[in-house]
């Protein structure tokens, strides 16, 4: 009876985990189908514009639940991984914190302005998802992540030489111009920073992140918004100060960017022998004392390429003049970077200038506080991929 009962135990035991073993393979062949199935139409096509609406179980599969391993980096208002998509596309899949308040306008904003935007020099947006309480972002995944990673680290500089550089530039000037001239709409990025400057395999420059951008009618000049959203160092006075924002406010921001690409310096950060100089006010001394050369980013050690820098530094300096009516507009600095043969124009001090506000007022503590006061959000750190 007692080896009856044993053996009946044993086979329950058995039979008990074979049985949970059993279904456990069931579960997983099921979930495996329901992943097939959700991505069958789901894979990118290199070929088509339309957004993908992307199922949860892609993503999550794509990305390996989300892991550590295929994190980017983390902005603003959520988190960006790497992904691969079934037939081995890979993605870069930004994802909305579902703890925050910020990023709904903007998931909203880049959605349907950059499926309108199609152009070389921007990142390309596959899609979406907004299963599962999720709100996902697809991109296209560029391997050298962004311009930033590069530019204000003294040890991968050098390997931004002169010709890249100007590459990069122009790349820049490129994707720029459609945005105001060639596309449908006038489209105000708001948030162009280094950051925000992707690198594909080639060093191509890509613009991402159009989460704070705004479309203007052709005829329009200018527009206010009450809600002030930028980054420090990056943004135009009349922003600042009255909430405008028009074409000219991007001339603003490239000519900041312009001189970070050939000095290799922060906007954040002061400079000159007293750090009491902010990177545009330190540009404009040196260029007036004709000691250009010293704001140059030393791993730029190309002698030829001198004249060619110095026009560089002339044009971005006319780009972050303080009245807007005084920077050259998109395609006039398209010309003007180009065409060697064309004249620049002399700037004037440049916006923020702390010297300029002694000089007005004889109160250099007031002049620190109104260029300190930018407001520093930024919802669009758009991580290096």
Known sequence: MAAALLLGTIFCYYYY???QR?????????????IYLSSAEEDVDEDSYDLIVFGYLTIKVATNNFSKENKLGEGGFGTVYKGKLRKGH???VKRLSKTSNQGLEEFKNEITLTARLQHVNLVRLFGYCTKRNEKLLVYEYLPNKSLDHFLFDPRKSSFLDWKKRVNIIEGITQGLLYLQEYSNFTIIHRDLKASNVLLDHQMNPKISDFGLARIFEKNELEANTSR??????????????KGIYSPKYEVYSFGVLLLQII?????SHYYSPDENMNLLEYAYELWMDGRGVDFLDPSLDDS??????????????LCVQENSADRPSMLEVDTLLKNEGTPVGTPNMPAFSMKKHEDDKGDSSTSRLKFSSINDVTISQMVPR
């Open 228 to 241: 002030i959203v930028g980054t420090y160092g990056c943004v135009p006075p009349e922003y600042v100060r």
């Open 17 to 19: 985990h074979y049985y």
């Open 304 to 317: 030829t390429s001198h004249c060619k820098i110095m026009r560089c530094m002339q044009v971005g300096l």
């Open 263 to 267: 000095s290799g310096k922060r906007s």
């Open 90 to 92: 890979e993605i870069a």
């Open 22 to 34: 059993t279904i456990t393979i069931i579960t997983k062949m099921i979930y495996k189908l329901k």
